[in-house]
């Protein structure tokens, strides 16, 4: 973990929650990201103007 309060203040990834998970159950709850999914982050300044642009990303299954 990065932080002994992470279970307090949240956990910046999903390994980290992963291994939040495995310290406290024996076993990992939390599960990874699957095909079709999306994740969409966007940085604002506090007067809420972007400072760049948004990421959005979505899972898909590589060409081979």
């Known amino acids: ?3 002994p309060q ?5 956990a910046s990834c999903i390994a980290e ?7 406290d159950e024996g076993k990992a709850l939390t599960g990874f ?3 079709g999914d999306r994740v969409r982050m966007e940085a ?3 007067g809420g103007q ?6 959005d990303q979505q ?5 081979v």
């Open 17 to 23: 929650r992963r291994g939040i998970g495995s310290l």
């Open 59 to 63: 899972v898909i299954r590589a060409r």
């Open 33 to 35: 990201m699957s095909f």
């Open 1 to 3: 973990m990065s932080i």
């Open 44 to 46: 604002r300044s506090e």
């Open 6 to 10: 992470s279970r307090d203040v949240g």
């Open 50 to 55: 972007p400072l760049f642009g948004a990421c």
